[in-house]
């Protein structure tokens, strides 16, 4: 079964540039999440998806951040314009439904450096 | 609000031994999980193990397991017969139960096995 997958894996760009990031969950998986980890912290969610449609994006910097689900299948997250602070790795997990039962399965993160 | 802590911020250990780790967490929940999660240089996130609140039992898997404290909201991983990829970071993370549950992380702890 192949994992979630994530591109591209490394990405500089200059503060007040636009990035996108993409996320191809795991085949079936109706739920699917956005973390931002930091350097020396751990990951905090941004966004979590249930098929197309937001559950919860009460911690996305709507002034900046983006994030969507179109077909209920891949996603993409995007940045515009970025500061210095969003340097960080951005995570995707899915899980075959919401809820504490199910396992997150995360994907190998994409490594944001802001210069 | 649920946080999650852990105070060591790094750990070593020599190979075949047993160490143990770390982590407290505040809520008002009854009923919840608790995770630990590893990540290991440069690759993603797997879950190690997971603890459902209401059961006594502690969690235990192969060489992994658990203490866990309800009362003190104490949530410690024991790895024993540490091996060499057993290196990586290690975080311990919350959930309370029901659809719109959603993880809360610790700052992690980088776990370091020496031959």
């Known amino acids: 079964e192949a994992g979630v997958a994530q591109s591209p894996r490394y990405k500089i760009i200059e503060k007040r540039q636009s990035v996108a990031f993409w996320c191809n969950p795991i085949s079936g998986h109706a739920t699917l999440y956005w973390y931002q980890q930091i350097l020396g912290q751990g990951p905090k969610l941004l966004i979590q998806f249930q098929n197309n449609g937001v559950v919860d994006d009460s911690q996305l910097p709507k002034d900046r951040f983006s994030a969507e689900r179109l077909k209920g299948v891949d996603s993409t997250l995007k940045i515009q314009p970025a500061k210095l602070e969003d340097s960080a790795v951005y995570l995707c997990a899915s899980s075959l439904d919401r809820g504490a039962g199910y396992e997150q399965y995360f994907g190998p993160g994409t490594r944001l450096t802001v210069t | 609000a649920q946080t999650v802590t852990q105070s060591q911020p790094e750990m070593s250990v020599q190979e075949a031994e047993t160490v143990t780790l770390s982590c407290t967490y505040d809520t008002s929940e009854s009923n919840y999980y608790l995770f630990w999660y590893k990540q290991p240089p440069s690759r993603q996130m797997i879950l190690v193990i997971r603890q459902e609140a209401y059961k006594q039992q502690n969690a235990t898997e192969n060489r992994f397991s658990v203490n866990f404290q309800k009362a003190a909201k104490s949530f410690s991983l024991k790895i024993s017969d540490s091996q060499l990829g057993d290196t990586a970071m290690y975080f311990c993370?919350?959930?309370?139960?029901?659809?719109?549950?959603?993880?809360?992380f610790g700052k992690g702890i980088t776990l370091s096995v020496r031959p």
């Open positions: 993370a919350f959930t309370s139960t029901g659809a719109n549950s959603k993880l809360t």
